[in-house]
């Protein structure tokens, strides 16, 4: 597991359930260390026992804490820049929907060695599509839908989402478009600020 995605889940843990209980998490992981370096690659193994274990520790569903994470990677200040990333794909909500099938290859425009699954939509009405999450990544359409949520707020969009379950070899998050301008979406510039 690329160590992108283990720092991603550290920094979420950090943040929204405080150091004491990543520091829990990470020694009933038997990790042996409790930092994740972003640029290392680590075993898949190690990632699927630390959410195991944060599981277990916070007594909820894996694919609840992931879908929180997905929320997490677009809404907090410390994500700005994935946030950045994920608004290039277009100027309504509708543009970066269609925007996700191109989603694994300018993540590697950024990082050059992290492969995320294939995404591929389908649009059954102008108002309702169907994300396909393609194998690679376990929990990664989890971690999408809350994306999904996270970036319909933050486009202003009012939209319902749904995890289908497994459907052939992918797995489908069903978007229903309510409202494309239901509330002003939060600020967003083409170039970066520094404050």
Known sequence: MHGLINRAIQSFVCATYGQPCWLRVTEA??????????????????????????C??????????????????VSHPNMEDLRRLLRFGGVTYVEFLHSLDDLSDRARLAVSDLRLPMLELCEVSPAEYHLYCYPGLPGYSSVMVGVLRAIADDYGALAMLSHEGQQADAEVITIVLIESAFAEGRHFDLGARKS
């Open 56 to 73: 277990a520790d916070l007594n909820r569903p894996r694919a609840e804490i992931l879908e929180d994470l997905g929320t997490y990677l």
């Open 29 to 54: 992981a038997g990790l042996g260390f409790a930092e994740f370096e972003a640029m290392l690659l680590y075993d898949d193994a190690m990632t699927a026992q630390v959410l195991d274990v944060l």
